[in-house]
């Protein structure tokens, strides 16, 4: 019985950076994986980055590969996205969710509660 909240959406110009945050009411965060989805008008949630519940194991897409960072605060049982170099592809409504193991995929399948996520706009 999770509750994912996320934050730190925003309109930023191309290049910009933005960290998102998902803070979590879960009373087993450090247990699971994290991850980060994202969502376009007319597209396919997509995999955006993943963290094992310990936090030590990161994935990402590699679309975002360099430019993302994923990271945690078990002790806050909050979950972060730094973004830097953002493009206007990167438009879209970011989710976080809580896996349902230890380690993240990349699939939606592998999570079982998620945020309702916030928006981020790239402006070209």
């Known amino acids: 019985q999770a509750q994912l909240v996320e934050s730190g959406g925003g309109l930023v110009q191309t290049g910009g950076s933005l960290r998102l945050s998902c803070a979590s009411s879960?009373?087993?965060?450090?247990?699971?994986?994290m991850g980060w989805f994202r969502q376009a008008p007319g597209k396919e949630r997509e995999f955006v980055a993943g963290?094992?519940?310990?936090?030590?194991?990161?994935s990402y897409a590699d679309s975002v590969k360099g430019r993302f960072t994923i990271s945690r605060d078990n002790a806050k049982n909050t979950l972060y996205l730094q973004m830097n170099t953002l493009k206007p592809e990167d438009t879209a409504v970011y989710y976080c969710a809580k896996g349902t193991g230890y380690y993240s995929v990349k699939g939606a399948h592998g999570y079982d509660y998620w945020g309702q996520g916030t928006q981020v706009t790239v402006s070209s």
């Open positions: 879960g009373r087993s965060f450090s247990s699971n994986a």
């Open positions: 963290i094992s519940g310990g936090g030590r194991t990161t």
